[in-house]
């Protein structure tokens, strides 16, 4: 999906799954150096198997709250609740609404120096 990336990685069935995942936190921290800078959050794993089906799918809306609430309840509040949970290996979060904003620039009405940062931009 847009803004996310998602690598499965396989492994034999004889590795023990803690020497993997600590395998895998080494190549996360050994990668950083030459990740860009401005990464919105870093990156992470989880011990998951893909082949899981979901145990539980809740919905969640309000009569009276403004779907932005709502979202962010389920995000930071009832999914970081259930991540807890002695078991759970992931907690999905999908459908928010969130907010952007769109810009349209006139690039005649911008400071040359702008526009010509921008052409010269490698």
Not at 30 to 53: E, F, R, W
């Amino acid at each position: 999906m847009l803004g996310n990336t998602q690598i499965t990685l396989q492994f034999d069935l004889n590795k023990n799954i803690d020497a993997a995942a600590q395998d895998v936190q080494t190549s996360i921290d050994a990668a950083g150096g030459q990740l860009p800078k401005n990464l919105p959050t870093p990156p992470t794993y989880k011990k998951v198997n893909p082949a899981d089906s979901p145990i539980l799918i809740l919905a969640v809306h309000s009569d009276v709250l403004p779907v932005t609430t709502v979202d962010d309840y389920a995000e930071n509040i009832l999914a970081q609740q259930i991540s807890r949970i002695p078991g759970i290996a992931q907690v999905s979060i999908g459908g928010q609404q969130k907010p952007a904003v769109r810009v349209q620039i006139d690039p005649t009405k911008l400071p040359r120096w702008v526009c010509r940062w921008r052409m010269w931009r490698p």
